[in-house]
């Protein structure tokens, strides 16, 4: 029998990525990956997952040290960029998104390639990773070790470690076993599959003057989102040179049946996005795609991440084990982000023989809270995806609470400094709270007004001092005394954004230009 501190059920990127910054930020432990399937894996992966945003890339740039590898191997993000009303010619649609990139980009990953140089440099570690291995049973014996019995080769293997962790994917190994999901009330399906050529929106219209609005990168590296009512449709550019592309779409207005085999796929898009389903065509010149899948509800929740409380068992669940929340913002790498840091720290922080069950439930409350406050994202928001306007004004807070609050924390590697985090309890709880209200004031918007008539308007994130601010201060080299104010300053600047974006629904403005936040938001949306 083995024995190891550290067992990781599942060797894709969740796994992949806390068994690398195991490896980084612990010494001398023990630690074996089991994985079902076989490296290297495809490239072009079948895997959803491919766009980043700004945590989740910091986390494999920096905390993994992979930025000359992402830098050479895979595509910088030129943002987040979405389309409404036009769906036959581009340039007459509304458009939302940046002319210039901002100061911290972000990826667009293609999963084969990341997840076989994450399995190749892991080779040259310590770290023992069991490929072909399917497992067959978890359980924990009375000191609260876990057991896990493995089969590879038609051969029973078992492994006993101090630690669990599970990285099995929707699969949810733990989760299932100790009925730990939960119905996060957001209901949504997804289809998606992916095309072995370039489709780039750039060649869409010559139209001189929409060709112009980009003056520095292209649009084909944005992650580009077709919106609708209840729905909106993703293509991303993967380094392979395939192009992925999703349809997302809330359950009740767009049922999955519409979109579950490709035949279909190519008629609902031939209905909501002609321009996009002629582009796809083209591609595919009468072959079909490299792949498809679909999937119902895909979202849920999970009541517990880590170890029970009054438990001795050491276990832990880590990116979709766990639970998932939508992927319109691109969320998961930066869940995997999370989870992964508090296990690691957890793990480092109990081999160093200190008492950790505080700090568990403490990381636990901090991870269900980001995910609770990032559901109000996405639930019951899909009516308002068509409405230019509201997604314009929505986009501007969702990024701000996102670099101001979220951002910051892990960027400056306070998000596990229960310090900081217990000293500003109160300030936090209410930001949380002001954020809940103006997407509930979203939703009510979307119900008045679910889309507008497309001007062919064109609202300039870059444009936008605010954004820029907080965006490039992701990156700013902070002492441990000026955190504490410069969250103390985010806040307060989130509480007088909220102010200003509630004085902008209500059609006032603010009292003069000094008062204002975003002195130029007014003006762009007249525009």
């Not at 999963?111 to 399917?134: C, F, K, P, Y």
């Not at 217990?422 to 936090?428: N, Q």
Request: net charge negative; proline share 3%.
């Amino acid at each position: 029998m083995n024995h190891y501190d550290v067992v990781i059920l599942g060797g894709g990127l969740a796994g992949l990525c806390l068994a690398r910054q195991l490896h980084i930020e612990t010494t001398g432990l023990k630690v074996a990956v089991i994985e079902s399937g076989s490296h290297p894996v495809p490239v072009a992966a079948h895997k959803v997952g491919e766009s980043t945003v700004e945590i989740g890339a910091h986390y494999l740039a920096d905390t993994l040290a992979l930025r000359p590898y992402l830098d050479a191997h895979h595509l910088k993000k030129f943002g987040l960029r979405c389309y409404f009303g036009d769906n036959t010619d581009i340039a007459n649609a509304d458009e939302l998104g940046a002319s210039t990139s901002l100061p911290v980009s972000s990826y667009q990953l293609d999963r084969g390639l990341l997840e076989n140089h994450l399995a190749s440099v892991l080779e040259d570690t310590d770290i023992v990773i069991h490929t072909g291995s399917r497992i067959r049973n978890v359980s924990f014996n009375d000191d609260g070790t876990g057991s896990v019995l493995y089969q590879h080769n038609d051969q029973d293997h078992h492994i006993e470690s101090r630690w669990v962790v599970d990285a099995t994917g929707r699969r949810g190994l733990l989760r299932k076993q100790m009925n730990l999901k939960t119905d996060n009330g957001l209901h949504g399906n997804a289809a998606w599959f992916r095309v072995d050529q370039r489709i780039c929106v750039d060649d869409w219209s010559d139209n001189a003057e929409w060709q112009e609005r980009i003056c520095r990168g292209e649009r084909w590296l944005s992650t580009n989102h077709f919106m609708g009512q209840g729905y909106w449709v993703w293509l991303i550019p993967l380094s392979s040179g395939a192009t992925s592309v999703g349809i997302v779409a809330d359950a009740d207005a767009h049922p999955v049946k519409h979109f579950n085999s490709f035949d279909r796929v190519q008629r609902w898009l031939k209905d909501k996005q002609p321009q996009l389903a002629d582009a796809i065509s083209t591609a595919l010149d009468g072959k079909q795609p490299m792949d498809f899948s679909w999937l119902r509800n895909y979202s849920y929740g999970c009541s517990e991440l880590f170890s029970r409380r009054k438990s001795n068992q050491q276990w832990a669940l880590t990116g979709e084990a766990g639970l998932f929340l939508d992927p319109f913002y691109s969320p998961g790498m930066d869940f995997i982000a999370y989870s992964n840091t508090f296990i690691t720290d957890l793990i480092r922080r109990q081999s160093a023989g200190e008492n950790i069950q505080t700090r568990q439930l403490v990381y636990q409350q901090t991870y269900l809270s980001i995910y609770e406050s990032s559901l109000h994202l996405y639930k019951d928001q899909y009516n308002g995806f068509g409405n230019f306007k509201l997604m314009s004004l929505k986009t501007v807070w969702d990024y701000c609470y996102y670099w101001g609050v979220l951002g910051f924390l892990f960027f400056n590697k306070a998000i596990t400094d229960t310090d900081l985090l217990a000293s500003r309890g109160e300030s936090l709880a209410s930001i949380r709270q002001v954020h809940k209200e103006l997407q509930h004031r979203f939703q009510q918007l979307a119900l008045d007004e679910p889309v507008n008539k497309p001007n062919a308007a064109f609202f300039d994130h870059a444009a936008l001092s605010l954004l820029q601010r907080l965006n490039g201060e992701l990156t700013d080299k902070l002492g441990p005394d000026e955190l504490g104010p410069r969250l103390d300053a985010n806040l307060a600047c989130l509480h007088q954004l909220a102010n200003e974006l509630l004085m902008n629904l209500d059609g006032q403005q603010a009292r003069s230009e000094s008062q204002s936040l975003l002195p130029e938001l007014q003006e762009r949306l007249a525009s």
